[in-house]
């Protein structure tokens, strides 16, 4: 057939005669040169024409600025990474990202004490693309017990689950007083300034390095090991100058200050019925040292007895003098809210404003019982002067429960202090008596 080689033709489908006029369907158009054969009809294929061939790849590239660009994929927000499940949630809730926001208030000169409730609003400010879900936010903190006079006053919170990075972050009372503070500086001794804007620019940070009026971070930790060592210092030169033996005693020091330590996280936890362990408690680590100390000297600490409380005592006082300093800078177990002209600005980590120095004032009494039986134990000496731990930590008690009816904390139990009073006037008198015989 013309046309067609040998190797193009395809085999010729034969149909019968019977049924080449009914129902049958129409060639298609490839199908072509038709030719009767008796009775049958034989179709033979004639083959397509050849499909054009597609250009080269370049030559169908067009230029650069002619193609059209994609628009590019928008980033997540940065947001924290889910917590592991080994890490405690204390050690995820110190590492998490967030914001700390400073409201500065003030609160007038007279009239009676008061709440505030502060609208904070924020958004990020290196967004790429369409803003997130954590990238804007609006947290409302409401502050009580806010003393005319006290001024000026820091309302601070902190905002979580919120993305890292810039934030431009502003704040306006919604309920009590509208009146800002004065840009400045806060009452002497402290000097923390007072900006002249409600809003700032901050970035996201950890707990452990977010910034709080008044509050020094790693006080805490710094002034406490301080202590620590000084006591433990202060003990061995007295072991020293009576010329006992150092390695024991000095290795169960280190067990009372461990003792210590339980005992503060205990009583903390105890007092707050085991809602809170995020703080220790002064007169538990007092109670653990004591016990301690006590135990030891009874089973014997490798030099008298007596020797090794008179020793103990203005160590453990001093160093309990110097550490305490620490709540101050650190913002906890702070004072009541006050206007008088002894109060020093300090905050609790939400409400700066001038209170009264509970921290400093148990400080400074610690340091003062102890300089008082350190000098007790260099004039009497060591072996005469045991009953100088009795007196001085029963006069650091009574004392100390003058102190915490200053605090801003509640009473857990209303005859609490009374009763710890009362137990510690009558050792009191008992180690004075006690000293008066030796």
Known sequence: MPGLSAGDREPAVTVPAGLAGRGAKKAPDVLAGTRARGAA?????????????????????????????????????????????????????????????????????????????????????????????????????????????????????????????????????????????????????????????????????????????????????????LGVLTGLALEALLLARGHYPLPRPMLFSAAAVVAGVVGGKTWYAAVHRGRKWDGWCIQGFVAGAAVVVAAVAVAGPGLPAGAFLA?????????????????????????????????????????????????????????????????????????RSWAVAIAGLATYTLVRQVVLGLRAEPRHWRYGRPLTATLAAIALIAGIALLAVD
């Not at 002894?342 to 148990?362: A, T």
């Not at 019982?369 to 072996?383: E, N, Q």
């Open 41 to 225: 009809v034989e179709l033979t294929r004639t083959p397509a024409p050849p499909r054009p061939r597609k250009p080269a790849a370049t030559a169908a590239v067009a230029p650069a600025a002619a193609r059209p660009v994609a628009p590019a994929p928008q980033a997540p927000p940065a947001t924290d990474p889910e917590p592991d499940d080994d890490v405690p949630a204390w050690a995820a809730k110190a590492l998490e990202q967030l914001l700390t926001v400073t409201y500065w208030l003030d609160p007038g000169t007279s009239g009676e004490p008061f709440s505030t409730t502060i609208r904070f609003t924020g958004q990020r400010t290196d967004v790429t693309g369409r803003p997130g879900p954590g990238d804007t936010f609006t947290h409302e903190e409401t502050v009580e017990g806010i003393v005319p006079g006290s001024g000026p006053v820091a309302i601070t919170a902190e905002v979580r689950g919120v993305s890292r990075g810039t934030w431009a972050v502003t704040g306006r009372p919604v309920r009590g007083p509208q009146r800002p503070a004065a840009a400045g500086r806060v009452p002497w001794p402290r000097r923390v300034p007072v900006p002249a804007d409600s809003g700032a620019t901050i970035r996201t940070s950890s707990l452990l390095r977010s910034k709080v009026p008044g509050v020094i971070r790693y006080a805490y930790a710094c002034l406490v090991a």
């Open 311 to 383: 020793a103990a005592t203005p160590a453990l006082l001093i160093g309990m003098g110097i550490g305490r300093h620490a709540c101050f800078w650190a913002g906890c177990c702070t004072g009541r809210a006050t206007a008088s002209r002894w109060g020093i600005w300090s905050s609790d980590r939400v409400l700066g404003c001038r209170r009264m120095p509970v921290q400093l004032l148990e400080a400074w009494t610690a340091l003062a019982v102890g300089a008082a039986a350190l000098v007790t134990v260099l004039l009497a000496g060591l072996s």
